[in-house]
């Protein structure tokens, strides 16, 4: 395992120039017009497919960096291209690290491939975890899987929400309750394939940004799938209920559910995103101060707002550096002792809220506007502090590492 490093390789750099330049050529020019559309982009989804953005082997290669920088570094400059479509490009992604996560070698082969597709025919997956009345409290999910023993059939009932391409997605991947008495260690994550009865999209969802991501309910009924789309299979499942039943009788220890493995893979990740936004914003602030004069004078010499512009700069940096070190810890095996996934998680994403106001202020009228891209990065900022456990939660989880 590489030591830690804020050197990117040449590889890297390479990647990071070549995202930087579908992000500047293709993705910013058309973020407007599929923000006020609020539809999936799939022209930009069909094109990033096509030269191998869009792809499991991109998305692999990324995932195995050996630096664990490949993945906070696509997500930073994919979301400085515009979050709405990024989440729209790699919304896929989350539902393969649920199956990378929970999944057997066979399961990754079979069903990865298919939530991407290839460029002549691109597919969708979505990760579908939470519901109605469980967003960060999973224990509280109502979605059941029932075991049809005689046919070999999970049956899975229940309505999930908040699911990035919930409904038009090829392939989903569901969390749901096996064992209600185990709270949140009786779950189990399942793979429902294209074209099931009994799955459909229910109501989409119309937001204050990302809005060139789609979302929406998925509604489960009697859904029967085959026994071998239970993720990590029956026999790993029933000695990991076992287990959590010995647990129980103990007075319990925390075990992994499904769904918390897919999040602290992703933290990070999400760290970065919110990297990206904070940054593109910045860089239009600094652009803007540079040339805008008032009282004969670029407005980047008045100290209130060059001081505004310093601690812009400095905030995003030591948010990166967060994400980078728990990006290299996690790919290092190094437990997150202290939380640092979600730490990362928590300052990106506030950094970007804050960072993104303060550009619509150095920007003042113009900032306000649709003319200027600021107030649609305010807007996509603002998911960064609730998506994937929101900044309380964050907030609990470190807490509680350092109560330990």
Same mark, same amino acid.
């Given at each position: 395992?590489?030591?830690?490093?804020?050197?990117?390789?040449?590889?890297?750099?390479?990647?990071?120039?070549?995202?930087?330049?579908?992000?500047?050529?293709?993705?910013?020019?058309?973020?407007?017009?599929?923000?006020?559309?609020?539809?999936?982009?799939? &022209?930009?989804?069909?094109?990033?497919?096509?030269?191998?953005?869009?792809?499991?082997?991109?998305?692999?290669?990324?995932?195995?960096?050996?630096?664990?920088?490949?993945? &906070?570094?696509?997500?930073?400059?994919?979301?400085?291209?515009?979050?709405?479509?990024?989440?729209?490009?790699?919304?896929?992604?989350?539902?393969?690290?649920?199956?990378?996560?929970?999944?057997?070698?066979?399961?990754?082969?079979?069903?990865?491939?298919?939530?991407?597709?290839?460029?002549?025919?691109?597919?969708?997956?979505?990760?579908?975890?939470?519901?109605?009345?469980?967003?960060?409290?999973?224990?509280?999910?109502?979605?059941?899987?029932?075991?049809?023993?005689?046919?070999?059939?999970?049956?899975?009932?229940?309505?999930?929400?908040?699911?990035?391409?919930?409904?038009?997605?090829?392939?989903?991947?569901?969390?749901? $309750?096996?064992?209600?008495?185990?709270?949140?260690?009786?779950?189990?994550?399942?793979?429902?394939?294209?074209?099931?009865?009994?799955?459909?999209?229910?109501?989409?969802?119309?937001?204050?940004?990302?809005?060139?991501?789609?979302?929406?309910?998925?509604?489960?009924?009697? $859904?029967?799938?085959?026994?071998?789309?239970?993720?990590?299979?029956?026999?790993?499942?029933?000695?990991?209920?076992?287990?959590?039943?010995?647990?129980?009788?103990?007075?319990?220890?925390?075990?992994?559910?499904?769904?918390?493995?897919?999040?602290?893979?992703?933290?990070?990740?999400?760290?970065?995103?919110?990297?990206?936004?904070?940054?593109?914003?910045?860089?239009?602030?600094?652009?803007?101060?540079?040339?805008?004069?008032?009282?004969?004078?670029?407005?980047?010499?008045?100290?209130?707002?060059?001081?505004?512009?310093?601690?812009?700069?400095?905030?995003?940096?030591?948010?990166?550096?967060?994400?980078?070190?728990?990006?290299?810890?996690?790919?290092?095996?190094?437990?997150?002792?202290?939380?640092?996934?979600?730490?990362?998680?928590?300052?990106?994403?506030?950094?970007?809220?804050?960072?993104?106001?303060?550009?619509?202020?150095?920007?003042?009228?113009?900032?306000?506007?649709?003319?200027?891209?600021?107030?649609?990065?305010?807007?996509?900022?603002?998911?960064?502090?609730?998506?994937?456990?929101?900044?309380?939660?964050?907030?609990?989880?470190?807490?509680?590492?350092?109560?330990?």
């Amino acid at each position: 395992m590489g030591e830690f490093t804020l050197e990117l390789n040449d590889d890297q750099k390479q990647v990071r120039d070549w995202l930087h330049g579908f992000a500047a050529d293709v993705m910013r020019p058309a973020a407007a017009e599929w923000d006020e559309r609020e539809e999936t982009p799939w &022209p930009i989804i069909q094109e990033a497919a096509k030269i191998g953005i869009y792809s499991l082997d991109f998305y692999a290669q990324q995932f195995f960096d050996p630096t664990g920088l490949g993945i &906070p570094v696509a997500m930073e400059e994919l979301f400085w291209g515009d979050a709405g479509i990024a989440l729209s490009i790699v919304g896929t992604g989350l539902a393969a690290v649920g199956v990378l996560a929970n999944g057997t070698e066979e399961q990754i082969g079979t069903w990865v491939p298919q939530m991407y597709g290839d460029a002549t025919d691109v597919k969708l997956a979505a990760f579908c975890s939470s519901e109605p009345d469980a967003g960060s409290d999973v224990a509280s999910m109502r979605t059941r899987a029932v075991y049809d023993e005689a046919k070999d059939e999970w049956v899975l009932n229940g309505t999930k929400t908040w699911a990035t391409n919930g409904g038009i997605a090829n392939v989903h991947v569901v969390v749901a $309750v096996v064992d209600a008495e185990l709270g949140s260690k009786g779950h189990a994550s399942f793979i429902v394939p294209p074209n099931t009865p009994g799955l459909s999209q229910g109501q989409k969802f119309q937001k204050h940004g990302i809005r060139a991501s789609h979302t929406a309910e998925v509604v489960l009924e009697d $859904v029967r799938i085959p026994g071998h789309c239970l993720l990590g299979g029956k026999e790993k499942l029933d000695e990991r209920l076992a287990r959590a039943r010995e647990k129980a009788k103990e007075g319990g220890e925390r075990v992994k559910n499904a769904a918390m493995a897919t999040f602290e893979a992703s933290r990070p990740a999400v760290g970065a995103m919110a990297v990206g936004t904070a940054r593109a914003a910045y860089e239009v602030a600094l652009d803007y101060a540079k040339t805008r004069v008032q009282f004969g004078r670029p407005i980047i010499e008045n100290q209130g707002v060059a001081f505004q512009l310093a601690d812009m700069a400095t905030q995003i940096d030591a948010a990166r550096l967060l994400v980078w070190r728990a990006s290299w810890m996690a790919t290092a095996g190094k437990p997150f002792t202290a939380a640092e996934g979600s730490m990362s998680k928590l300052y990106a994403s506030e950094v970007a809220k804050q960072v993104t106001a303060q550009a619509i202020q150095i920007l003042g009228g113009n900032g306000y506007t649709r003319e200027y891209p600021v107030e649609r990065m305010h807007r996509d900022a603002a998911i960064y502090t609730i998506f994937e456990g929101t900044s309380e939660i964050q907030r609990m989880v470190i807490s509680r590492a350092l109560a330990k």
